[in-house]
T-cell receptor
Framework: GNSVTQMEGPVTLSEEAFLTINCTYT??????LFWYVQYPGEGLQLLLK?????DKGSNKGFEATYRKETTSFHLEKGSVQVSDSAVYFC???????????FGKGTTLSVSS | EAQVTQNPRYLITVTGKKLTVTCSQN?????MSWYRQDPGLGLRQIYY???????DKGDVPEGYKVSRKEKRNFPLILESPSPNQTSLYFC???????????FGPGTRLTVL
């Protein structure tokens, strides 16, 4: 079945540093890919998504490109802020299209 | 405001005492789902519903029940909770499971 692997955390950065969180997937067909963010004490919020190969999702300065050739969907941001501190989850739809399959999450801590 | 609500937000109970976690959405979504989040495991789907009166098992359904009598509500029932069901639970809804899913704020359950 479909699966996703994302880099282990925690990731600790200084404000204005460049961020990359790696995500690779295994899938049958062409699933949609997502990045969700979970701020402390809150539920998950969609950060960005991509529905087909070469699509670039972007939001709040974050970007990720759906790379079919490398089966990747890495999350990047050019200059992180303290307010970006959160847990980030890469996800894709399962083969049946009935659920999201999540990576284990990457905790990002940004210090000023 | 479009939202998914869950109640209670926090619950401490004892083994074997039946409990229900409610979930309600106001977006007229057909699809609803329950996930549990555990450290190091990410989120895993418990049950989902594609529409009223249509429910099906996710990846970890053992020990849980659900019902979908109305479009907006999707309660999660633990008939006889056990300590291994201590977890953070999220309800989600969507117009289609392959699209963005909207998550509730979570219910932190502790079973003693």
């Amino acid at each position: 079945g479909n699966s996703v692997t994302q880099m282990e955390g925690p990731v600790t950065l200084s404000e204005e540093a460049f961020l990359t969180i790696n995500c690779t997937y295994t899938a049958t067909g062409y699933p949609s890919l997502f990045w969700y963010v979970q701020y402390p004490g809150e539920g998950l919020q969609l950060l960005l998504k991509a529905t087909k190969a070469d699509d670039k999702g972007s939001n709040k300065g974050f970007e990720a490109t759906y790379r079919k050739e490398t089966t990747s969907f890495h999350l990047e941001k050019g200059s992180v802020q303290v307010s970006d501190s959160a847990v980030y989850f890469c996800a894709l739809t399962n083969q049946a299209g009935t659920a999201l399959i999540f990576g284990k999450g990457t905790t990002l801590s940004v210090s000023s | 405001e479009a939202q998914v609500t869950q109640n209670p937000r926090y619950l401490i109970t004892v083994t074997g005492k039946k409990l229900t976690v409610t979930c309600s959405q106001n977006m007229n979504h057909e699809y609803m789902s329950w996930y549990r989040q555990d450290p190091g495991l990410g989120l895993r789907q418990i049950y989902y519903s594609m529409n009223v009166e249509v429910t099906d098992k996710g990846d970890v359904p053992e020990g849980y029940k659900v019902s979908r009598k109305e479009k907006r509500n999707f309660p999660l029932i633990l008939e006889s909770p056990s300590p291994n069901q201590t977890s953070l639970y999220f309800c989600a809804s969507s117009s289609n499971p392959g699209y963005e899913q909207f998550f509730g704020p979570g219910t932190r359950l502790t079973v003693l």
